[in-house]
């Protein structure tokens, strides 16, 4: 019987290394591993290539790394609740690959389906298409590095020909993940919001490590309920469910309205 637990998060994340591509779960702060990123954080790893949809905020989530000077690169859709992330971008020590979000959950998910690239319609005539968007700034408030132009091609598939702009599929090193649930056989089920990117950044790492609040043994979850199978999974660390779980701004109604 395959079983993939580790004692603590510091052992399961021990033997990534400095430069490492990561794909990590979470959407806004929901399903944030967090267990994962303090303890590589702890570890001292640096230079990351992160992929995520956004990086936290300046001192939860991806933003404890960015703020700890770990991260080289990020690429995400949504960067706008991180006063730390517009420092570091606009000074030029931050890479950012900015990418529409159904685009960027696509090329994770192609990533770990085994497809190279694939043509979408989001973007085209736009700077996502035809390059020149700002990956690096020199801190002089000039351009150091731009986006390429990307192939753009016409399809007729609504009876219509449109044009369509190429995306590369994305796999990274390692993917960090958190999940309500999972068994040792590295099964997975994600709770609500959790669920958006979490699983398909677990797809699109070499190799998986996934923080989960209850831990079970194989044949407790039914397999109806599996969100993710174990074969994305490859490493497992029970958190408990009191590991502490942020939003980012708190709305409430007026007490008696």
Not at 182 to 192: P, S
Not at 214 to 239: A, T
Request: charged share 20%; net charge negative; with cysteine.
């Amino acid at each position: 019987m395959i079983d993939k637990t580790f004692p603590s998060a510091a052992e399961a994340v021990a033997d990534i290394p400095d430069g490492a591509s990561l794909a990590v779960g979470g959407f806004g702060l929901s399903g944030n591993p967090i267990a994962l990123i303090e303890a590589l954080l702890a570890q001292g790893t640096t230079a990351l290539s992160v992929v995520s949809n956004n990086c936290g905020v300046d001192d939860w989530g991806l933003g404890v790394l960015l703020g700890a000077g770990r991260i080289r690169k990020m690429t995400s859709s949504y960067v706008g609740e991180n006063k730390e992330f517009e420092r570091q971008f606009l000074s030029g020590e931050l890479e950012l690959e900015l990418t529409p979000q159904g685009t960027l959950a696509e090329k994770l998910r192609a990533g770990g389906a085994g497809i190279a690239a694939f043509y979408t319609q989001t973007g085209v005539g736009t700077q996502v298409a035809e390059g020149g968007l700002p990956r690096r700034y020199d801190g002089s408030g000039g351009i150091a590095v731009a986006s390429p132009p990307k192939d753009v091609r016409t399809f007729d598939t609504t009876g219509r020909p449109l044009p369509y702009v190429l995306e590369e599929a994305i796999v990274t090193d390692f993917a960090l993940v958190h999940a309500l649930r999972g068994d040792t056989h590295g099964n997975l089920v994600f709770n609500k919001a959790a669920r958006n990117f979490n699983p398909l950044a677990a797809m699109a790492g070499k190799v998986c490590i996934a923080q989960v609040e209850q831990l079970v043994q194989p044949g407790e979850i039914d397999p109806d309920d599996v969100h993710l199978p174990g074969v994305y999974v490859h490493r497992l660390v029970e958190v408990g469910g009191d590991i502490p779980k942020r939003i980012e701004r708190r709305t409430v109604r007026p007490e008696g309205k």
